[in-house]
């Protein structure tokens, strides 16, 4: 019997592939249930019974870069854990159980268990699948696992109410990164002295902004109390083809700013 007996939460819309990836979950021996957190408007499939269905309407907007989706699946999906610690990952990749079990064993191995009567979050760090270090609280967003309620303080956060522009996804000279918007909520639970940049982040959190390297700065020093970096792992990204998870290409793109060695956060 493993120590620390998990749920996952799989978080997107329903792929044709999302049942077997939750089945292949689903055997893992640390894995009490999967719960996949999609819409109401997805083709639905019968599921065993630890592999549980949540069904949500639309977000009222979609916010930039569909984050308000990712915002409101994941939050919703989450209320759904029963176990002390789970994992939110997505509906179109697949990680090898090998690497699941890598991933449960460098958590438990290197995350402080706290007591269970501490009262106020954070109760350990959160793993997360990378670290981008040329943008300011930006984590690879494929993972993240850790105590349940740091996760539900992680996802309980407003959404965004702007309109998406028709440039979309890649006008990051006028919308802040959706890791950024989402990160930067959590953190701000714990530092809120750190305000200014959200209530200012032309200045701060853009792509163009000319206070951002301060941002970057406050980043380095801040997101190792919160977050742990997880080892490269073996990924599928089902949705676009990808028997493996580019790392060559984002280090490369990143120029040596990306980073899945946890002694480099």
Not at 109 to 128: D, L, M, R
Request: glycine fraction near 4%.
């Amino acid at each position: 019997m493993n120590e620390h007996l998990m749920d996952i939460v799989l978080q997107g819309p329903m792929h044709d592939y999302t049942p077997t990836i939750a089945t292949e979950y689903s055997k893992l021996p640390f894995v009490n249930n999967v719960i996949i957190s999609c819409w109401d408007s997805c083709p639905m499939y019968e599921m065993p019974s630890n592999i549980k269905l949540v069904c949500s309407s639309d977000s009222p907007t979609t916010g930039f870069g569909n984050r308000n989706r990712q915002i409101k699946s994941s939050r919703n999906g989450l209320e759904y854990v029963m176990t002390e610690f789970c994992a939110k990952l997505r509906t179109d990749q697949f990680i090898s159980l090998d690497s699941m079990h890598k991933l449960y064993n460098y958590y438990f191995s290197n995350c402080e268990i706290n007591s269970p009567f501490k009262t106020a979050t954070p109760y350990n760090k959160i793993g997360v699948h990378g670290v981008c270090r040329d943008f300011a609280f930006h984590p690879i967003d494929h993972i993240f696992w850790g105590n349940t309620q740091d996760l539900v303080k992680f996802f309980d956060i407003e959404y965004d109410m702007q309109l998406p522009t028709p440039s979309g996804k890649s006008d990051f000279d006028n919308y802040i990164r959706s890791e950024t918007y989402i990160t930067l909520s959590y953190v701000l639970h714990h530092y809120n002295e750190l305000s200014h940049l959200k209530e200012n982040y032309t200045e701060y959190l853009l792509d163009n902004s000319p206070l951002r390297q301060e941002a970057i700065s406050i980043s380095e020093q801040l997101m190792p109390t919160l977050f742990y970096v997880f080892p490269k792992i073996d990924l599928d990204w089902i949705k676009y083809g990808m028997q493996s998870y580019h790392y060559d290409v984002m280090e490369s793109e990143r120029g040596g700013h990306a980073y899945w060695s946890p002694d480099n956060l």
